[in-house]
């Protein structure tokens, strides 16, 4: 799943290739939006909302899109192949005089007025990358329910906006706490440090073509997608299992010695049967 930096990054090539400029081509291949025609209306602007995409278009009119697990928006020049998938994958396709930009596998797809953007992005809390961000807010909401597991809390788009999995761990690792532990058992001065730290792996990122929360040119990850691996602070064997987020599982990784607090025993249900070294993805 694109994260919120990855979301971002997508919002500015959509905008550098369509905002200010007329739609010459408008095909949104969803049965609710079939005879919606926006051809001839300028786009305003792109912008992100944690891991949400909204297309502004004169008229008050905002084309909603969400990426979720494998959607993606690709922009094409004039005669330049389209490679994103096949055919039956578009889902949206806004072309001007000399871009297209097309929109793959979008699971979530809606045309709605942008003075009413909050029916879509309103229960977003603060996002990282965005003008709303507040880290005192986004600590309250996470503290709202301190006997969640903390990497579900930070999943949870409504406490804070743009964290997904690869962050969530690399978070937890930083703070030296597995994502098992409840966020009300967090010390007081790791708690306040959690906003900061998300915020700046997410910043540092936004711009970036190859995500890297180390700091390190030979090693982009600390514990993302390395399980089997040595840690890099002590060594020890860093482990994967499942954890959920309120809607489905997702492999966790951790330093059972660096980072303290619960986890699942190793052979217990969550406990996730891999291949060695496999690649870190969204």
């Given at each position: 799943?694109?994260?919120?930096?990855?979301?971002?990054?997508?919002?500015?090539?959509?905008?550098?290739?369509?905002?200010?400029?007329?739609?010459?081509?408008?095909?949104?291949?969803?049965?609710?939006?079939?005879?919606?025609?926006?051809?001839?209306?300028?786009?305003?602007?792109?912008?992100?909302?944690?891991?949400?995409?909204?297309?502004?278009?004169?008229?008050?009119?905002?084309?909603?899109?969400?990426?979720?697990?494998?959607?993606?928006?690709?922009?094409?020049?004039?005669?330049?192949?389209?490679?994103?998938?096949?055919?039956?994958?578009?889902?949206?396709?806004?072309?001007?005089?000399?871009?297209?930009?097309?929109?793959?596998?979008?699971?979530?797809?809606?045309?709605?007025?942008?003075?009413?953007?909050?029916?879509?992005?309103?229960?977003?809390?603060?996002?990282?990358?965005?003008?709303?961000?507040?880290?005192?807010?986004?600590?309250?909401?996470?503290?709202?329910?301190?006997?969640?597991?903390?990497?579900?809390?930070?999943?949870?788009?409504?406490?804070?906006?743009?964290?997904?999995?690869?962050?969530?761990?690399?978070?937890?690792?930083?703070?030296?706490?597995?994502?098992?532990?409840?966020?009300?058992?967090?010390?007081?001065?790791?708690?306040?440090?959690?906003?900061?730290?998300?915020?700046?792996?997410?910043?540092?990122?936004?711009?970036r073509p190859q995500r890297n929360t180390t700091g390190h040119r030979t090693q982009d990850l600390f514990v993302y997608g390395?399980?089997?691996?040595?840690?890099?602070?002590?060594?020890?064997?860093?482990?994967?299992?499942?954890?959920?987020?309120?809607?489905?599982?997702?492999?966790?990784?951790?330093?059972?010695?660096?980072?303290?607090?619960?986890?699942?025993?190793?052979?217990?249900?969550?406990?996730?049967?891999?291949?060695?070294?496999?690649?870190?993805?969204?």
């Amino acid at each position: 799943m694109p994260e919120g930096d990855s979301v971002w990054q997508a919002a500015a090539r959509l905008h550098r290739a369509l905002a200010g400029r007329e739609l010459t081509r408008s095909d949104l291949r969803v049965p609710r939006l079939a005879t919606v025609d926006l051809t001839g209306r300028t786009v305003l602007d792109v912008t992100a909302r944690g891991k949400h995409l909204l297309t502004r278009v004169e008229g008050d009119l905002t084309l909603h899109s969400h990426l979720r697990m494998d959607g993606a928006w690709k922009v094409f020049g004039t005669g330049q192949r389209w490679t994103g998938g096949p055919d039956h994958q578009i889902r949206a396709i806004l072309g001007v005089e000399d871009r297209t930009a097309v929109g793959y596998r979008l699971p979530v797809l809606e045309l709605l007025g942008t003075s009413e953007e909050e029916k879509a992005v309103g229960h977003l809390g603060p996002d990282l990358l965005g003008p709303d961000w507040d880290p005192e807010r986004a600590l309250a909401n996470l503290l709202a329910d301190p006997g969640r597991a903390l990497g579900e809390a930070l999943l949870d788009q409504r406490n804070l906006a743009g964290v997904g999995n690869v962050y969530k761990s690399e978070i937890c690792f930083l703070l030296r706490v597995t994502p098992w532990l409840p966020v009300g058992a967090l010390p007081a001065d790791l708690a306040a440090r959690l906003p900061v730290v998300a915020k700046k792996l997410l910043e540092a990122n936004r711009d970036r073509p190859q995500r890297n929360t180390t700091g390190h040119r030979t090693q982009d990850l600390f514990v993302y997608g390395r399980a089997r691996r040595p840690c890099p602070r002590c060594g020890t064997t860093i482990r994967v299992a499942d954890q959920g987020d309120g809607s489905r599982e997702r492999p966790t990784y951790w330093c059972p010695t660096c980072q303290t607090g619960p986890a699942p025993a190793p052979g217990s249900p969550a406990a996730r049967r891999i291949r060695p070294h496999p690649r870190p993805t969204d």
